[in-house]
């Protein structure tokens, strides 16, 4: 049945095409240009907000109010070295820094809450990426100390595609049953979904908050344990309005290309 522009259930199922499209899922994403640099030296973090298996758009994002890095057990503050980019004519953020001693870097930051006007609520999404100078392989499972924090039960550095990547959801350092996790894949515009069930993968932690999933694809997971917090936030029209908040992890994939396997023994 052909539906008239005009009507009132033509104009319903455009408001709800909308709104769908706009409940796409949101991403911080918090990626390195390289996440096993082996000489060490420097590494470059970017930070953008966006929705990375659509390739964007990406979204307006205002100066963190944190950045920084785990290292050696002692936490930096990076705020003061970020410098603000253009990513699809939006505002996003990149630092750079150097990695002179074997280890794992815990780069992590907490934005600004955003808000989502689609879904009537605020957004904070504390993002981490591990970055391992010098191929060390030490120093991956340490937590940052975010209010909401994936803690990586597999090391997130060196993973073949294919990997299961396992993690705990954490709240205020306690385990969280039974957690939502949205997973997603940056996609360069080469993985064309089926349908929009394919865009944003979505599991579920154990009785414990442990969850896993394997990456089909090389290149850059995100994975989101949403939760919604206790209090709630003024929304620009001076309403309560609830706050959701993200620990998020980013881990990468790579294919076996070039692997020979061993020679058969007679």
Do not use: C
Not at 28 to 42: A, C, F, H, K, M
Not at 150 to 166: A, D, K, S
Not at 219 to 240: E, Q, R
């Amino acid at each position: 049945m052909r539906i008239a522009a005009g009507s009132a259930l033509g104009t319903l199922l455009v408001s709800l095409t909308l709104l769908a499209g706009s409940a796409s899922a949101h991403f911080q994403q918090i990626l390195p240009s390289n996440d096993v640099p082996t000489e060490g030296g420097r590494v470059t973090i970017d930070m953008t907000f966006t929705h990375p298996m659509e390739n964007g758009p990406v979204m307006e994002m205002k100066k963190p109010k944190r950045v920084g890095a785990l290292i050696d057990g002692k936490t930096i503050d990076l705020t003061g070295a970020i410098k603000p980019v253009k990513r699809q004519n939006a505002t996003a953020w990149t630092l750079t820094h150097d990695l002179k001693e074997p280890g794992a870097a815990i780069f992590f930051i907490e934005p600004e809450p955003y808000w989502e006007k689609a879904e009537g609520k605020y957004i904070i999404h504390y993002a981490k990426v591990i970055v391992d100078g010098f191929a060390s392989g030490k120093g991956w499972d340490e937590k940052a100390g975010l209010p909401v924090e994936i803690e990586p039960l597999v090391r997130p550095t060196g993973l073949w595609t294919g990997n299961l990547f396992r993690g705990i959801v954490r709240k205020n350092g306690e385990p969280v049953p039974f957690a939502e996790i949205e997973v997603e894949y940056v996609n360069d515009g080469s993985v064309k979904a089926p349908n929009d069930a394919f865009v944003t993968q979505v599991i579920k932690a154990d009785a414990q908050g442990v969850f896993a999933y394997a990456m089909p694809r090389a290149g850059w997971w995100g994975f989101a344990a949403l939760i919604d917090d206790d209090k709630t936030m003024k929304s620009p029209d001076g309403k309560d309005a609830k706050v959701e908040l993200g620990g998020l992890i980013w881990v990468k994939a790579t294919d076996m290309t070039g692997a020979r396997p061993p020679a058969r023994r007679q």
